[in-house]
């Protein structure tokens, strides 16, 4: 009885901490699967439209051309990633990584990416800051809180960006151990980690700034990015499609 106590207790922390992302999931209709594939935290990205967010960032494997979440929201790439690669170039509307060769797209009826206008209404919601940027676990990124976000007891969160810009910037206004993130994921948080951005295969700026792309495209050879540092976080930022940039996906409620 006491073993099946045990077992019970570990199913509902992982029932609290991911969430299905579709009241009929059948792993079968996504190659990125949907059960306990969504962090728990319901944002609004529109005045009627709510979102969970994947438990990490898209990565593929360049051998095996299989695309997969990263295991945990800190974890990204940069530039030691042998055949995981998790920065995306955009094709109509879809990731896509066209280097050496490999010319692999993603197209999943079961996830999406943030527009422009979606990333705005996110970051600016009812003009509340709901965002902080933090050191979680070693990782440098930024934090994303649920509409109804109630902080875990014990730890301590400060709302906001660093002043300064500079990877040693975002331990000054949040540094959070694996014990104390393991709370806030559970209640709800998202990391975006600051994994950088690809030219060809050079990594450049990780630890320092976060590209996540957006689904929207501004002309035929450029999108609009969120983009964040320490110190600053914009949603309108403009870039080429053919550099690489962080995704996460995210399923609509």
Not at 107 to 116: G, N, P, V
Not at 195 to 200: H, K, L, P, S, V
């Amino acid at each position: 009885m006491k073993k099946l106590n045990i077992l019970m207790l570990v199913a509902l922390f992982f029932a609290l901490t991911f969430t299905s992302c579709n009241k009929n999931d059948d792993d079968n209709k996504s190659e990125l699967g949907g059960v306990n594939n969504c962090i728990s935290g319901v944002f609004s990205v529109s005045d009627n439209k709510k979102i969970n967010f994947s438990k990490g960032n898209l990565q593929l494997n360049i051998e095996t051309k299989q695309f997969q979440f990263a295991e945990h929201q800190w974890d990204y790439v940069g530039n030691d990633g042998d055949n995981i690669i998790d920065l995306f170039e955009l094709k109509d509307g879809n990731p896509i990584y066209s280097i050496n060769n490999v010319n692999t797209v993603i197209s999943d009826a079961e996830w999406d990416i943030l527009s422009q206008e979606e990333w705005e209404y996110l970051i600016d919601r009812d003009k509340k800051s709901k965002y902080g940027v933090a050191e979680v676990n070693g990782v440098q990124g930024l934090v994303l809180l649920p509409d109804d976000w109630v902080l875990p007891e014990g730890v301590t969160f400060n709302i906001g960006v660093a002043i300064g810009m500079d990877s040693k910037y975002y331990k000054t206004k949040n540094l959070l151990s694996l014990e104390e993130w393991t709370k806030m994921e559970a209640a709800g948080a998202v990391f975006l980690p600051a994994a950088g951005y690809r030219i060809e295969t050079d990594v450049l700026f990780d630890g320092d700034d976060g590209y996540y792309l957006s689904s929207t495209a501004k002309n035929t050879d450029e999108m609009y990015l969120m983009v964040f540092n320490s110190g600053r976080i914009r949603h309108d930022i403009v870039s080429s499609n053919d550099a690489g940039y962080s995704v996460r996906f995210v399923h609509v409620l």
